[in-house]
């Protein structure tokens, strides 16, 4: 996927992944045994009218866009990555609570829980 940027330009856009994110996926897929790689979408939920899904992914579907980083393949169906576009997954500690978290630079809205967000 590309971007415009201005004077005929484009940047590839895609759905990225920082270390710590990719070392806690590589480290779930070894556990696994198996895997093409970490599937990343959206469905319609909660308030504000979107939420993550994110899982492992045992096989990659035709529509699928695929996208490498850190060593780790990441795994978007064409729906979803035009709300995922340009998003990187973090995995982040807080406090007692540990997990992954979206980088969107689409969202426009998040519902007060953080668990949906609007583009």
Not at 78 to 85: E, G, I, M, R
């Amino acid at each position: 996927m590309f971007d415009y940027v201005g004077d005929e330009e484009y940047v590839e856009m895609g759905v990225t992944l920082t270390e710590k994110a990719a070392t806690h996926v590589k480290k779930f897929l070894e556990g696994r045994g198996k895997g093409a790689g970490l599937r990343l979408g959206v469905k319609t939920s909660g308030c504000s009218g979107m939420a993550y899904v994110l899982e492992f992914a045992d096989d990659v579907e035709q529509e699928d866009q695929v996208f490498e980083d850190h060593g780790v393949r990441v795994i978007v169906d064409s729906k979803s990555l035009l709300y995922l576009d340009g998003t990187e997954l973090d995995f982040v500690k807080e406090g007692l609570n540990e997990g992954f978290k979206f980088n969107n630079p689409n969202v426009k809205d998040a519902c007060g829980c953080g668990e949906s967000f609007n583009i």
